[in-house]
């Protein structure tokens, strides 16, 4: 099938489009067009966007008959013609998968003209061109794309991607309704590209600025950063957030319900082992499914349609096709996540069946279910202790900037003597083992429960780090005094208040004069825009008997036993790193950086 529109109106209509775009990059700066594209944003998050991102371009996908059309249309809207091309591997590969193409067959370039700003800023215009001769096979995808118009994004280059800059600035886009929309590293540049789209809200608007005919948005970060373009990939699928403002609120009460019947069928996945015997590039049909799990095919169905609306499969013609997001449920993959699917339905799902003798009296509603409190109920079974363990692992991805910490890459680089990294109730050793692994200089002290000790030698000794790392038995009254770094990662907000400050003495006590205390929690947001830490923090009155906290009410407590909140940067899956220094105490990256010792 071809377009029905001659050649040269098409050619025309490029042009149009292009010279549109060349309008749009001159007229904008980055502080006026972010709040433009995300509704509501303002404060510090906007302050941290326009410091940190440039409005670099406008991009758009054009489909030149041959390379003396493009030069044609280019010089039209007063661009330079003779500008150097690249291969556009993200543009090229999005376009096969939407069309179902071989990526070989599609010759997409990428070339930025200048544009200038009219505040004299140096920008561009970024044209992906797929040339496409008159009568081609390639005319079809090329009038699908100019009416969808996929491509067209606007751009911000971050101008110093160090990892955790970039976690962060991901995450408040997210915050302020910004979907991710896939992404990729570019060899041919060195370039690492994350497309977001951007929030709905924007649609109602679209007569009130040009801005709002570009429905993406671009971070642009130069350098590989694989990791983060890794997690931007895994990140849920924001499409499967309930539209509450497009429901009566009855359908909308209704699929809220419905949410405890969301984690039964992921653990039933998982529990399964269906998410091991399916595959992300195939599909199987669900007879061929239930030999290996041991189910009933009718009834695997039903459960497998279920999943395809949560996003964990995908169904076509041929049968049911494992997605990403499913294949976090595999028992060994890196990263899996399936320990929190069998935990969250498990003993945790029992206990928020009681969820209302917490509200009503302020105790953990495991403790009145069980008898005890959860981490001595897990110690006395050493299966639910280890799955416990593991649970917690499977969050390691709010993990991965840490090794990136100025604190921590200060530490690594002291000299003469390696400074010690101490984690305290460390778990298996995740964290440490990252830390260690990235700075090979560190040494290691992990503090942990006895029955833990034994899991987090066996982790550390696996990484190689064993020889760098002694592992302790011990409780909060132990913490090992001396080190440089002292690590506390999600243990505060298993506890109130008092046991938060006792647990912090500990620490005040250890820490000599020159150490950097790091604490890895989430935060409750100050606006009350949606977060995971509000979740968490009902999780925690259930079944722990702690809370989650804003940034001051941690800063409250840790200046109430003398130490002082210096900052804090975000992480990935909605947590953050505080960094606290006893009170008065000079800055040790300025002090190791002159070569000081401890």
Known sequence: MTTTLPDETLLRDDTVCLREAVRFVREHDSAALLPLLLPGLAGPDLRALAEHCRFAHAGLLLFPPDADGLRAQLADCGLAVDIPSHPSVVVRERLARRHRRDPAELDVRILRPRVDGRDGERRAVEVFALTVP?????????????????????AFEVEHPEPLALRGLCAILDRHGARPDGGGYNPHEDGTVLYFTLPAEVEAEADTDAACDYRRLELYARGDHRDTLAAHLDHPDR???PRHDARQPAETLLHLFTGAWTTQALATFA????????????????????????????????????????????????????????????????????????????????????????VRTGQPAFDHLFGENHFDHFVRDPELAALFDRSMAASSRMFQPLPAHPVITAAAARVPEPATVVDIAGGNGELLGR????????????????????????????????????????????????????LLSRVLHDWDDDRCREILRHCVRAMPAHADL?????LL???????????????????????????????RLLADVGLQLVGRRPLPLDAHVLHARKAGAPDPADRWSRGGGA
């Open 435 to 486: 830390i260690l692994t990235a700075h090979p200089r560190l040494r290691g002290i992990l503090l942990e429960r006895p029955h833990a000790v034994q899991a987090a030698r066996r982790l550390l000794d696996a990484t190689g780090c064993g020889p760098r790392c002694d592992c302790r038995a011990g409780d909060f009254a132990d913490v090992p005094s001396g080190g440089d770094v002292y």
């Open 525 to 555: 947001p100050g606006d009350g825009s949606p977060s995971l830490a509000t979740a968490w923090d009902l999780h925690m009155l259930c079944n722990v008997g702690g809370r989650e906290r804003r940034a001051d009410h941690y800063a």
């Open 271 to 358: 529990r399964l082992g269906l998410p091991d015997v399916m595959d992300t590039r195939t599909a199987h049909r669900t007879e061929d499914l239930a030999r290996p799990t041991g189910t009933h095919p009718r009834s695997l169905a039903t459960l497998l349609r279920y999943l395809a609306m949560l996003g964990a499969v995908v169904e076509e013609q041929e049968g049911f096709r494992l997605t990403e997001l499913g294949a976090l449920l595999r028992a060994d993959t890196p990263g899996s996540m399936r320990p929190l699917a069998l935990m969250y339905a498990g003993p945790f799902y029992r206990s928020f069946g009681a969820l209302d003798h917490s």
């Open 518 to 522: 790091l604490v890895v929690e989430r």
């Open 134 to 154: 008159p009568h081609s096979d390639l005319e079809p995808i090329a009038a699908y794309e100019r009416i969808r118009r996929h491509e067209a994004h606007l």
């Open 239 to 241: 499409d499967h957030r």
